[in-house]
Nanobody, 125 residues
Framework: QVQLVESGGGLVQAGGSLRLSCAASGRTFSPVAMGWFRQAPGKEREFVAW????????YYADSLKERFTISRDNAKNTLYLQMNSLKPEDTAIYYCALSTVFRLQFRSSQSYDYWGQGTQVTVSS
């Protein structure tokens, strides 16, 4: 079993930055990939970015890759999302997710086995 706990969300003005963290724990922690998704009110959950845990290779939603950076700290079992130049449309609950299985792609929420509880990010105009 794996537990994921996000932190770092909050209220920020447009143009500001936030760094989200996702701390992972559990006896069976052995990720293949971890990702970030977000869900705004009334909208479907949306892919943000994912990282291959062994190599550190990163992949982004095209619309976000210029402003967001995903990274991980293997020693701390922690995933990060650095968000810069935030816009009001970035307002959402942000979730981290983990997959223990190799899959063809990791842009779908269905590719992940474990999820955090989410952290709210609100960007004011």
């Amino acid at each position: 079993q794996v537990q994921l706990v996000e932190s770092g969300g909050g209220l920020v003005q447009a143009g500001g930055s936030l760094r989200l963290s996702c701390a992972a724990s559990g006896r069976t922690f052995s990720p293949v990939a971890m990702g970030w998704f977000r869900q705004a009110p009334g909208k479907e959950r949306e892919f943000v970015a994912w990282i291959r845990w062994d190599t550190g290779a990163t992949y982004y939603a095209d619309s976000l890759k210029e402003r967001f950076t995903i990274s991980r700290d293997n020693a701390k079992n922690t995933l990060y999302l650095q968000m810069n130049s935030l816009k009001p449309e970035d307002t959402a609950i942000y979730y981290c997710a983990l997959s223990t299985v190799f899959r063809l792609q990791f842009r779908s929420s269905q590719s992940y086995d474990y999820w955090g509880q989410g952290t709210q990010v609100t960007v004011s105009s």
